[in-house]
């Protein structure tokens, strides 16, 4: 089963080619009658409009589903789309933390923060809320969608691991650091969180409300620059920070990509690159003869 975030970006761009055939053609898209060139001209609209690779890549995975779905129920002889030539995306290592500047943003949160905005769990609370979720995204690696949706029912405190639901609904047990534990006590005791096994570890409020991605988001933003760091700097570059991290440590390849939960060990190999250039870059700076 696919994610809410990939249900509603794939509504979003099945619904934008439909606005581009309507305006082009005074009708709404006919799906099956739809052939090769219809989505070539799409292509071509899609450059012109300035988009980058992986957006324009991600339009044509909702229509390659849609087609899927359609050749399915025998809507459809064929995929329209078969052999349509795309952009390539342009290969980019991810971008992550130093150690010392991973530091400084975990400890940006202070207990007296607050916000007028967004819910505040209850006093002084928000501060201590965000000190821990920053603290479990990086110990674990997690995307920004996992630790807002884990439960109480999902740590085992005696066993130091969290079990997280990840993409495609896959389920994967982690090890949780004790900074991670003793950051989330001292949360749950300043909110007085009943820790009924159902309810977030993070919430948005006073009541069993998780607390939401766009929230996480705002509120890194303020300590980011309470920090002095990017403003740019994502909760993802948390979790690339934790994956190189770990390969500069020693961790093995296979280890990471079970870490990450990553199907593929070709995506967990683009960490090796940024450990390997790391490298290159210090023989070179500190070798008489480099």
């Known amino acids: 089963m696919a994610s809410p975030c990939t249900v509603r970006n794939y509504r979003q761009a099945l619904e934008e080619f439909s606005l581009w055939k ?25 450059g012109r409009s300035g988009l980058g690779r992986s957006t324009i890549q991600l339009r044509f995975s909702a229509l390659r589903g849609l087609y899927r779905f359609l050749l399915r129920l025998g809507e459809v002889e064929q995929i329209p789309l078969r052999g349509l030539s795309l952009p390539r995306l342009q290969k980019r290592l991810p971008r992550f933390l130093q150690k010392e500047q991973v530091v400084q943003l975990l400890e940006a949160p202070t207990p007296s923060d607050q916000t007028e905005t967004e819910g505040t769990p209850s006093n002084n609370g928000a501060g201590l809320r965000d000190a821990a979720l920053l603290e479990f ?29 990840g993409k495609g609904r896959k389920i994967r047990i982690l090890p949780v650091g004790e900074p991670a534990l003793e950051a989330l006590t001292r949360y749950w005791s300043a909110v007085q969180h009943p820790r009924v096994s159902n309810w977030p570890l993070f919430l ?86 480099a």
Not at 260 to 284: N, P, Q, W
């Open 137 to 165: 995204i990086y110990t674990a690696g997690l995307r920004i969608s996992e630790v807002c949706g884990l439960r109480v029912e999902d740590l085992d405190l005696a066993t130091r691991q969290v079990r997280v639901c």
């Open 204 to 289: 948005a409020g006073k009541g069993p409300e998780s607390i939401r991605p766009l929230t996480v988001q705002r509120r890194l933003k303020r300590h980011l620059a309470q920090c002095g760091l990017a403003p740019d700097i994502t909760p993802h570059k948390l979790r690339h920070s934790f994956a190189t991290h770990l390969l500069d440590g020693g961790a093995d390849l296979r280890s990471v990509q079970e870490l990450l939960g990553h199907t593929r060990l070709s995506t967990t190999e683009v960490y090796t690159h940024v450990s390997t250039d790391r490298l290159k870059r210090a023989y070179e700076s500190a070798h008489p003869r």
């Open 22 to 46: 309507t305006g082009t053609e005074n009708e709404e898209p006919r799906w099956t009658q739809l052939t090769r060139d219809d989505f070539r001209s799409y292509v071509r609209h899609l």
